[in-house]
């Protein structure tokens, strides 16, 4: 006798088999791509970062090295000019010097005598070359320090000379010590025979040689005077 079937078992049979669902399926998928562009927009945002650091660097060293550029230039042009300052100073102070020189010298020649003062050094001890023997020399100098401003002045000033031979080089110590040496080194460059050779021009030779020397302090020198002269 055949069996009887369940129809609903039947019904079960001809239905197509369901598909299990794959776990992690779709949904992960889903899921590593949205990691991948997490992490590439990370990995881009750094790198903007690095870029915007090194700029940012960058920049501050340019201007750091301009800003010392710009120091360096302003003290290279300050010091040129100080520099020309200086040398427009000496310029003009030759020019003075030049400029006194030749009213001394203009002086001398349509004043005459007229405001020529009086002074004196005393003895200067020299060594003449290549000799154990020492030169003794004491000198009087005639000279003239500038113009005449007005009578009164200049009396008052020749008065006040006249009575100390030696003002003029309580105002001007440096001007003793040049003639000093100056005496000394010609003393110093020659033989007591050479000595003795120009002993009759040795104030004509000392005037000449002395003339610079008071030009430089802007004094006129008239003339130099031999008081002494001895062997020591």
Not at 20 to 41: D, Q, R
Not at 98 to 122: C, H, K, P, R, T
Not at 155 to 177: C, H, M, R, S
Request: hydrophobic share 40%; aromatic share 4%.
């Amino acid at each position: 006798m055949a069996e009887l079937q369940n129809p609903e078992v039947e019904e079960q049979a001809a239905l197509p088999p369901k598909k299990e669902k794959k776990k992690g399926g779709g949904g992960g998928n889903m899921s590593t791509s949205t990691m991948l562009i997490i992490i590439a927009v990370v990995a881009v945002i750094l790198v903007v970062g690095v870029i915007l650091s090194i700029n940012v660097m960058v920049t501050s060293v340019i201007d750091r090295k301009m800003d010392e550029a710009g120091l360096d230039t302003t003290s290279a042009i300050n010091k040129v000019q100080e520099e020309n300052e200086l040398y427009l100073k000496k310029i003009q102070e030759k020019m003075a010097l030049q400029d006194a020189m030749n009213e001394l010298d203009q002086e001398d020649f349509y004043m005459g005598d007229d405001g020529v003062l009086y002074a004196e050094v005393a003895d200067i001890l020299a060594m003449p070359k290549g000799s154990d023997d020492k030169v003794m020399i004491a000198i009087g100098i005639e000279y003239r320090v500038k113009t005449k401003v007005s009578e009164e002045e200049e009396e008052e000033e020749k008065e006040a000379k006249a009575v100390d031979p030696t003002a003029i080089f309580k105002q001007k110590p440096q001007l003793k010590a040049k003639i000093e040496s100056n005496i000394n080194n010609l003393i110093g460059s020659m033989t007591l025979d050479q000595l003795q050779s120009i002993r009759p021009e040795l104030e004509d030779v000392l005037t000449e040689r002395l003339k610079p020397v008071f030009k430089s302090e802007r004094i006129w020198l008239k003339k130099v005077m031999v008081r002494k002269f001895i062997f020591a």
